[in-house]
């Protein structure tokens, strides 16, 4: 059964960072393009930062652009989104997904398997 987990979400003042991490069991992440998504009360899943399967392509959101960095160890299966100068609409549930391609993209709707989010909170 393939699965994705997030991990490292939580509260932080605005201004300050974050990284989280999603691992996938079940199956290898290395022929899977993978995206980091979010998603606050009452409004659509947005906001994707992507990589390709050899970590060398990225894509990004323009309300993320600048700020977050996607990476990917394929060795530990794993991606990590490190999130910088965070801001209050930052706010939300933040999903890993994954792709079968090697085509980097940023919409939601193009990703076949979905985590179960971990809540991400800036607030002072």
């Known amino acids: 059964q393939r699965q994705l987990v997030e991990s490292g979400g939580g509260w932080v003042q605005p201004g300050e960072s974050l990284r989280l991490s999603c691992t996938a069991s079940?199956?290898?992440?290395?022929?899977?393009?993978i995206g980091w998504f979010r998603q606050a009360p009452g409004k659509e899943r947005e906001g994707g930062s992507c990589v390709g399967v050899s970590g060398d392509t990225t894509g990004y959101a323009d309300s993320v652009q600048g700020r977050f960095t996607i990476s990917r160890d394929n060795a530990k299966n794993t991606i990590y989104l490190q999130m910088n100068s965070l801001k209050p609409e930052d706010t939300a549930v933040y999903y890993c997904?994954?792709?079968?391609?090697?085509?980097?993209?940023?919409?939601?709707?193009?990703?076949?398997?979905w985590g179960q989010g971990t809540q991400v909170t800036v607030s002072s």
């Open positions: 079940g199956f290898t992440l290395t022929y899977y393009a």
């Open positions: 997904a994954a792709r079968r391609s090697v085509v980097v993209v940023t919409s939601a709707a193009r990703y076949e398997y």
